[in-house]
């Protein structure tokens, strides 16, 4: 007998199972929504269907009787211009002080404990400070996502570079190669798909740090948006921005993982050895 733990669905059955819980969700909220709406039309709470794709076509086709934009396309552009420039920041700042950190002992030591410290303050909680200091305009939200995500990605790639076979860097050495060598030959290339690997895993964390920047001090964006219209109970709105947010995540984690399986086969074949790149 099979044991539950040692069965591997098939193709389709793979697609079917993936398809189940969102096609459940689905049908659990188109139950709610009729029930609430037969009780009272005017509710919303839970907006059918047509009303928030009415919505979402007056955000994303019309134009702004105000500003003349098309609302959710400038909204989306601001965010991923924010998101993008911070975790690109973090990830620069992560990548050159993990690497020298795990590399260099000199580093490591003046590095790690101030890496351990500063990973553990919240983000969120010297929002203000960025605000007073740096003021309430794009570079503060760049800042804050980066100050999100930098420690840890530092981190992960100083535990990395750490886990590097010792017989390697003996044998760059032994042929002539000094601190500076190996880290541009050795480590570097080893390390710039593990950065990759930090970036998709606080993609996450990044886009939390990005609507709570935007919900506060902002005059578009995603998290702007949803904050703007919650007096209006506008769920129609609220709902569908959410969806939003959920799909471009999901799209810059998977842009990121085929970048890295682009760019590094062999890291690929590496962590999914039963698959090609």
């Known amino acids: 007998m099979t044991r539950l733990m040692n069965r591997r669905p ?17 049908f659990a909220y188109q139950s709610a929504s009729s029930i609430r709406l037969a ?6 709470l ?3 269907f047509s009303t928030m794709a009415d919505a979402m076509k007056r955000m994303a086709i019309e134009p702004d009787r105000r500003t003349g934009e098309r609302l959710l396309i400038a909204d989306t552009k601001a965010s991923l211009v924010r998101l993008a420039s911070g975790v690109a920041l973090g990830a620069l700042f992560g990548l ?10 000199t580093a490591g030591s003046a590095l790690s404990p101030f890496l351990a410290a500063f ?16 003021g309430i305009d794009e570079l503060s939200k760049i800042v804050l996502i980066a100050i999100g995500v930098g420690p840890f990605i530092a981190r992960d790639l100083e535990a990395r570079v750490r886990e590097l076979p010792t017989e390697e860097l003996i044998k760059a050495q032994t042929l002539g190669a000094g ?24 993609l996450g964390a990044a886009w939390l740090f990005l609507i709570a920047a935007e919900a506060i001090a902002a005059t578009e964006g995603l998290g702007y948006r949803i904050f703007l219209v919650r007096r209006y109970l506008a769920m129609d709105i609220i709902l569908p ?5 959920t799909a471009l995540a999901w799209l810059t984690d998977f842009a990121v993982r085929r970048l890295s399986r682009l760019l590094f086969p062999w890291y690929a074949l590496q962590v999914e050895p039963g698959r090609n790149a």
């Open 119 to 134: 990973a553990m303050v919240p983000p969120l909680s010297i929002l203000p400070i960025l605000f007073i200091t740096l």
């Open 96 to 105: 050159l002080v993990g690497v020298l950190a795990g590399l260099l002992p």
């Open 46 to 48: 839970l907006p059918a």
């Open 179 to 202: 601190s500076w060598l190996t880290l541009w030959r050795i480590v570097l290339p080893q390390m710039l798909p593990r950065l990759l690997d930090a970036i998709r895993l606080s």
């Open 10 to 26: 098939g193709r389709v059955s793979a697609l079917l199972l993936t398809a189940l819980p969102f096609v459940l969700l689905v």
């Open 241 to 245: 921005y959410v969806l939003c947010i």
């Open 39 to 44: 009780e009272n039309p005017q509710d919303r």
